[in-house]
């Protein structure tokens, strides 16, 4: 992980933008007026909103010799074309690659693996949601689709073709974007309510949104696929048609709920988008406004400085550099080097404040408060006497919650489990003499 860098990607939405090469810099320029500067090296890609907007020969020549490839989209995201060097990655992995999708097991291998990375996530999703819920009903509507996943994972295990996997996913897609709408903020629902999903033209403001931010992430799983020499063309779960990334597209599935849905649920819930940032076409499709792509653009960015556990590097990663990793432990699978492709599945680390009173009128009290103390202080820290601060993930609370209640005596003790939102810093003030450690945070002594 340490050789790996995560570059910035420059989106360019301005109509009249001549983008040219200046002393290995980008230059943009608007009306012969320079808008910005961006040196090579900081870069990992071009992306490019709208048919006026130029490149010169002299930068698309180095951003070919540099690996940086060049997406060219319509005005609203639809695909153009794309600009790229030589492909990178040694010839025997992309064979290895077009034999795997020929074979019928081992494609259905592969793709189960994606459905349930994509399935997996998701139900994270909505069962993040269901705890975050201010109204029953829509805790209830989002647990009720929660079970309906675990039915769909158990399904995805006993698929006997890939098409039969397609439907699985796809009834599992239609339950999901049914209860999507239940985890939007309560006032701002009926704008921004789906009747399920709709694209080319998305027929309402979420569907508008998701499209977006599904071009930004397939545009992402697109360069870190050739990255590692594979074919993104050429995949395992979705059909393959001409012009269409297929393994893209498989690559993407994983990421879609806790990268893009997310997005698009902050977006809406913190009011940083409104019924104002969408226009109607005469077609009837809905479409962001210029000033809303950018603002999603850079709300996009932003996510991928984000970290998140990986279970197999069991540390943290930026979000924007996890399809990097997929697509490189995807290729080792492909290469023989592992029995089986391992999807990313997400584990969010939550802030937790653990309370106790445990009797010790007796030996046996004062012997479960000091099993009690150890038991906190292996996944966080004591901030008071019988309190402790415990960052850990979904199934690492969980864990927790089972040893200390083996341990405490309920006619005689008490505990209380608090979880606090992001961003901790808002919600946690320090006075007095002690200050936590922040476990994340550069630890020089």
């Known amino acids: 992980m340490s050789a790996w860098t995560l570059l910035n990607t420059l989106y360019v939405m301005t109509e009249g933008s001549y983008l040219r090469l200046d002393n290995d810099t980008v230059r943009i320029e608007v009306e012969h007026e320079t808008r910005l500067r961006v040196p ?10 709208g048919e006026d907007i130029m490149l ?4 698309l020549g180095r951003c070919a010799q540099a690996g940086i490839g060049i997406t060219l ?18 010839v025997l992995l992309r064979r290895a690659q077009y034999d795997t999708s020929s074979d019928a097991g081992a494609a259905l291998s592969l793709a189960r693996s994606i459905v349930a990375g994509k399935l997996r996530n998701s139900r994270t999703v909505l069962s993040r949601g269901a705890r975050e819920a201010r109204r029953d009903e829509d805790r ?20 006997g073709d890939v098409a039969a996997l397609r439907g699985v996913e796809g009834e599992a897609a239609r339950t999901y974007f049914d209860a999507l709408n239940h985890l939007v903020r309560a006032d701002a629902r009926e704008a921004f309510r789906m009747d399920g999903r709709s694209r080319r033209p998305p027929r309402d403001a979420l569907n508008a949104l998701l499209s977006f931010l599904y071009t930004l992430l397939v545009h992402d799983c697109r360069c870190a696929l050739e990255t590692v020499g594979l074919d993104p063309q050429v995949g395992f779960l979705h059909v393959l048609r001409p012009g269409r990334p297929a393994l893209a597209l498989d690559l993407m599935e994983e990421f879609r709920a806790i990268a893009a849905d997310r997005m698009a649920l902050k977006l809406i819930n913190r ?5 104002g940032d969408f226009r109607i076409t005469e077609g009837g499709g809905v479409l962001l406004s210029d000033e809303a792509r950018k603002t999603v653009s850079i709300a996009w960015q932003e996510r991928k400085k984000d970290t998140l556990l990986h279970p197999l590097l069991e540390s943290e990663v930026p979000v924007g550099l996890l399809p990097q ?21 997400a584990r969010w680390r939550v802030l937790v404040i653990v309370c106790y009173d445990v009797s010790t009128e007796d030996r046996e009290g004062r012997r479960r408060l000091r099993r009690v103390a150890l038991t906190c202080e292996a996944v966080g820290q004591r901030v008071q006497k019988s309190v402790f601060e415990c960052r850990v993930d979904q199934l690492q609370l969980e864990a927790l919650e089972r040893n200390l209640l083996g341990i405490i005596n309920p006619l005689q003790d008490c505990l209380r489990f608090y979880r606090l939102t992001e961003p901790v810093d808002v919600h946690v003030k320090e006075f007095g003499n002690f200050r936590a450690v922040d476990f994340d945070a550069p630890l020089v002594v």
């Open 40 to 49: 090579i090296h900081h870069l990992c890609g071009i992306v490019t909103f």
């Open 56 to 59: 010169s020969p002299a930068l």
């Open 73 to 90: 989209l319509g005005r609203h995201g639809r695909f153009l074309a794309r600009i790229e060097g030589p492909m990178s990655g040694n």
């Open 140 to 159: 209830e509507a989002a647990n009720v689709a929660v079970a309906k996943f675990d039915a769909s994972l158990r399904a995805v295990r006993v698929a």
């Open 271 to 275: 009011t940083q988008l409104k019924t």
């Open 325 to 345: 990793v997929q697509a490189r432990l995807l290729a080792r699978t492909l290469r023989g080097e592992t029995e089986a492709y391992l999807p990313f599945i």
